[in-house]
């Protein structure tokens, strides 16, 4: 048997072009960092896999906030919530595996960027007078409830009702967000900022002032002629807030 006859073919296409004739001699130039064609398949497919089962779990929780937010959790179903993201309701169970899940899952992706602005907030405030502190806060609440108005009407139906999911969102979210704006309103007390009133009475003026226009766009636009989504009518509406605030 010749030498040519008893060469070895490289198994991967880049190996294979590497291949060059020098003098009847074959030199063969391998390439570490390739990878089996099975390989690169393989791993293609996993993060195909893992991008699709992102935008399912994406698709879940924009529909589950949506029918939180309208029907509150009595009136949600995952079969419903299924149908309207357009997946078997088996995909909505394999992501969350119940519906109290799924919708500690849906609260959780719909405050984490207002919770971490807050939080941002809340750490510059060390530095900061309570006014300019307070006049952040406010804006960045009045803005979350336009993108996210879903959030009012859930905290409102879960507020009327004393359940388990309603003692989460206290522990995880509302208690410390609470605490942190109160606190904040009796340091503009002090400095002579913020008008003299029961703090906690004036956090809840703010939430409400903040939250319920959007919650109810229809009758906002029926009786003002005005669209409360727009962003001149969001400006306004944060202004309005300063002038029952601030001093």
Not at 126 to 155: D, N, Y
Not at 203 to 215: K, M, N, Q, R, V
């Amino acid at each position: 048997m010749t030498k040519a006859a008893t060469r070895k073919v490289p198994k991967t296409t880049s190996q294979r072009t590497a291949i060059r004739n020098r003098g009847g001699r074959v030199a063969v130039r391998l390439n570490d960092t390739d990878q089996p064609i099975e390989t690169r398949t393989e791993i293609g497919g996993k993060q195909a896999q893992r991008t699709r089962g992102t935008d399912v779990r994406e698709r879940i929780l924009k529909v589950a906030l949506e029918y939180f937010g309208t029907f509150g959790f009595e009136g949600t179903s995952t079969r419903a919530i299924a149908e309207k993201a357009e997946i078997t309701h088996t995909l909505v169970l394999y992501h969350f595996k119940s519906k109290d899940q799924l919708w500690i899952a849906t609260v959780e992706d719909a405050l984490k960027k207002y919770a971490h602005d807050v939080e941002t907030i809340r750490v510059a405030a060390a530095q900061q007078s309570a006014q300019e502190a307070l006049t952040k806060f406010i804006e960045q609440f009045v803005r979350m409830s336009a993108e996210h108005p879903q959030i009012h009407r859930l905290m409102t139906m879960e507020s009327n009702q004393n359940t388990s999911r309603l003692e989460w969102i206290i522990e995880h979210f509302v208690r410390d967000h609470f605490n942190f704006v109160r606190d904040l309103i009796r340091r503009g007390q002090a400095e002579g900022v913020v008008r003299q009133c029961d703090p906690a009475r004036l956090y809840y003026l703010i939430i409400g002032a903040g939250g319920t226009p959007f919650t109810l766009r229809t009758e906002y636009k029926a009786l003002t002629g005005r669209d409360v989504f727009s962003d001149a009518e969001i400006l306004r509406n944060i202004a309005f807030i300063y002038e029952i605030v601030f001093i």
